[in-house]
C-alpha cells in the first residue's frame, strides 16, 4: 500500500553533523491537509521517537502526542484551513512539485502551527524533533535541529508566534528569543516580519 502524503516543500535549513560538525540540508514541507492519507508514515516515526526515549519515561508521552496529533487532521470532517502541519526531513525532496512519498526514517521533526487570519500571531501547537537529535542523547547524528526548524518555520509565517512550554524545553525557547508570559506560555514577537533577538 502506498503512503500518500501531497506534501509540499517549504525551506530548506542548514543543520550540522555531529561527527565533524559540517553542515548538512534539511527540508522543511506542509502536509495537505485537505489529502486524506495513509498515517502508517507518521505511527513509524512515533514508534522511532518513541523507542529514543524509552530510558527516559517522563518523555515517552511526546511521540504518542505527535501520533494522535497528525492522525486527528484525517478524522475531521471540517478541516480548519489554518491549521499547518510540518515535518523535517533530511530525505531529498523535489522543490518546485507536490510529492506523495517520504521516508519516516529521514524525519526527524514534526509541528503544527495554527495560523488564522483573523489572528494578530499564530499558535505553535505542537513542535518536537528526533530525540535522538537531543543534546541528551547518547549518540547524535545531526545537532542543532531544533532552532533551524522553529526558525524556519517562524520566518514561513512571519508574523508573532505563541506557545505553550514544558519546564525542561523552556530555555530552548528563551535562547531563541522567546518570553515567558505567563506560567506555561511563551511569545516571539515580530515586527514588520523581524523576530525579536535574545539580547531585545
Partial sequence: MNVTFKAHFVKEVPIRIAANNATAKASIVELDTSSTGNMRTINRVANRFQAALADRPNEYNYANDARSRFNSIYNIPARKSYEHFYLLTTEKVNKKEEFDTMDPDKVIG?????????????????????????????????????????????????????????????????????EAVSRNEIVHKCINGVFTSPSE
Fill in 110 to 178: 514534526v509541528a503544527q502551527v495554527n495560523n488564522s487570519p483573523d489572528e494578530s500571531m499564530c499558535e505553535l501547537r505542537y513542535f518536537n524533533v528526533d530525540p535522538a537529535t537531543n543534546y541528551r542523547a547518547k549518540q547524535r547524528k545531526y545537532i542543532d535541529v531544533g532552532r533551524r526548524f522553529l526558525q524556519g518555520i517562524e520566518h514561513t509565517v512571519a508574523k508573532s508566534i505563541c506557545g505553550q512550554f514544558d519546564d525542561k524545553a523552556l530555555g530552548f525557547y528563551l535562547k531563541l528569543g522567546y
